[in-house]
């Protein structure tokens, strides 16, 4: 911008010393002194020839940009390159070359409308286990400020395509061959990144550059292990579904077993059940050997007035008993010892 605002003050020095040699012709015509047009004449070329000066000696640096120093007498460049700001040099004796610091992208891609080059310019590469893959990859980096003197000397404007392009070419075919197929497809991709970075920075930094990172855009496999991959995976799905089956009949298997223990331990407690309580009902009919008959007479109903049993009938009654109690005039009744709710059976 001063450069600017200096160069147009120039032009308008040339232009007043273009305005005194109109009025020195114009006096020199009606035979009149041109002093006056000599004064002004003179103050423009003064004015144009001071500030050209001053605009070629001022050189602005914008705040991404850094200016490396030439000093034509020595042939050698300045020791420090200039920052953001304004510096004055030596016109014709310095000169000043300007580079970006800006960062900036290198971009190898298959893709058509994609990378520094058109048309398929992924880089084609094999694995540690001899397979071939095409990886579509950035580089972002800067040239370094303090370094820009290296940049300049060695590479100038050819950097991209004679350092950055072949370096990164290089570290993505030497990282490959230290990864098997199966690891860059799977979990270990971001560690082939990493290598790849890694080597690009101990090429391209010392050249006066920095590296920001490096990213794999793409990983092409070939065909055939794309599909023997396709293939596992079909396998191992159907590997799987095998599995669940199994374990869905073992749990199957369990739960039938659990039930039918739990129908035992059932079978198991009735019959304990029922032996304690066959073991207390004949306790009670060892103690009372008449209940069972009273038991009997008592489920009879009120309306039995007769009850005629045959002699020779193998009953519970102890007939004998029953008529000489009878006869005597006493009849005992047997009382029941055994907890409510407990009875026993006749025929």
Known sequence: ???????????????????????????????????????????????????????????????????????????????TPLGPGLHIVIPGLQEVTLYSTSQQEYTMSGAINEGAVRGDDAV??????????????????????????????????????????????????????????????????????????????????PEGFQVASVLIRNITFSAEYVASIEQKQVAQQQSEEARFRVQQRQQEAEQTRELARGDADAVEIRAQGEAEALRLINEQLRQNPALLQWRYIEQLGDNVRILVIPSNSPFLFDLQSLIQQTSEGEVTTPTPTAEPGQSGGGS
């Open 124 to 205: 084609v590469a094999l694995t540690q286990d001899g397979q071939q893959v095409m990886i579509d990859i950035t580089i972002i980096y800067r040239i370094d400020p303090a370094n820009a003197n290296i940049v300049h000397r060695k590479w100038q404007n050819r950097y991209q395509d004679s350092l950055v392009r072949p370096a990164l070419r290089n570290q993505v075919r030497a990282a490959l061959t230290q990864f098997r197929v199966e690891q860059i497809y799977g979990a270990e991709h971001a560690d082939l990144e990493q290598k790849i970075e890694e080597g690009a920075r101990q090429i391209i930094e």
């Open 1 to 79: 911008m001063i450069s600017l605002v200096l160069s147009m003050i120039a032009i308008a020095g040339l232009a007043i010393g273009g305005f005194g040699i109109f009025m020195i012709i114009q006096a020199v015509s009606r035979n009149q002194s041109a002093r006056s047009g000599v004064v002004i004449t003179a103050v423009g070329v003064l004015i144009a020839a001071v500030f050209f000066v001053m605009g070629s000696g001022v050189v602005e640096i914008q705040a991404t940009e850094v200016g490396v120093v030439f000093n034509v007498l020595g042939g050698k460049l300045a020791d």
